[in-house]
């Protein structure tokens, strides 16, 4: 169990290292599914996601978080 989680250690320690070291990686990494949950968020606002009685919004679909 020990040896597999120092795999597993390394292996993060190495792939944050190479994040550290190229951040635009990780500037796209957070910015890329903000963009996609507004772009599709105002386009589909006005639809709901179900026609049932219990029916919700794009929003609660897209981020249930931000829902209102």
């Known amino acids: 169990m020990m040896h597999a989680l120092r795999i ?3 292996v993060c320690g190495r792939t944050w290292l190479k994040t550290v070291r190229r951040p635009v990686v990780l500037t796209f990494s957070f910015v890329q ?4 949950i507004l ?3 105002f386009l589909f ?4 996601v179900d ?4 029916a919700f919004g ?3 679909f897209l981020c249930p978080v931000c829902a209102p």
């Open 45 to 48: 606002h006005r639809f709901d």
């Open 51 to 54: 026609k049932s009685p219990g």
């Open 33 to 36: 599914p903000i963009m996609w």
């Open 39 to 41: 772009f599709f968020g």
């Open 8 to 10: 597993i250690r390394a």
């Open 58 to 60: 794009i929003w609660t």
